[in-house]
């Protein structure tokens, strides 16, 4: 073997474990950055294209390390924007853990967006979207109920019919 090669192998391979370093270790750097970013990984409490009455619970399932509040932006006929800081993450918030509920009646129904957004210390932030519509009952409308034979006062022989002012007045067109 010749003197050059005996300084040329080493120096090959010190130049190529420095070039796989120099590649593998921002790459797996990378990784491990994109894998500590939060997450929202789903929603308890609805699901898409869910039809929802009444008061409900809804919370968004969150991933991460130091997660400084989750955002619900609510759009639809009627929006809303809440903020929670802690966990459980709950569209209008909790009480020692025990959810406050949405009333979904004091909203009018129709079609709707849940988008959550979670954001971390890091400043790194990510977002899930739900749709979903409201589908309260309608409130009974009310209608003049025809008279009853105790509205009515008996007619006489003789006489014309008569009864209360009320029934005369719903029965007004």
């Known amino acids: 073997?010749?003197?050059?090669?005996?300084?040329?192998?080493?120096?090959?391979?010190?130049?190529?474990?420095?070039?796989?370093?120099?590649l593998v270790i921002p790459l797996a750097t990378q990784r491990t950055q994109a894998a500590a970013s939060p997450s929202v990984t789903g929603f308890t409490g609805v699901q898409a294209s869910q039809s929802l009455a009444g008061r409900v619970n809804i919370?968004?399932?969150?991933?991460?390390?130091?997660?400084?509040q989750v955002v619900f932006k609510l759009s639809g006929p009627k929006s809303n924007i809440q903020t929670e800081k802690t966990a459980p993450y709950t569209f209008f918030g909790d009480v020692n853990g025990v959810p406050n509920g949405w009333d979904t009646s004091s909203y009018p129904n129709g079609s709707y967006t849940l988008k959550a957004t979670v954001s971390d210390t890091a400043g790194l932030s990510s977002s899930k979207s739900i749709l979903f519509k409201i589908a309260n009952a309608s409130a009974p409308q009310p209608n003049a109920a025809a008279p009853t034979s105790a509205d009515v006062a008996p007619a006489r022989s003789g006489s014309t019919p008569s009864a209360p002012a009320s029934v005369f007045a719903a029965m007004k067109p």
């Open 1 to 22: 073997m010749h003197r050059s090669n005996r300084i040329i192998y080493p120096l090959s391979f010190i130049f190529v474990i420095g070039l796989l370093i120099a």
């Open 59 to 68: 919370q968004a399932q969150v991933t991460g390390q130091s997660i400084t």
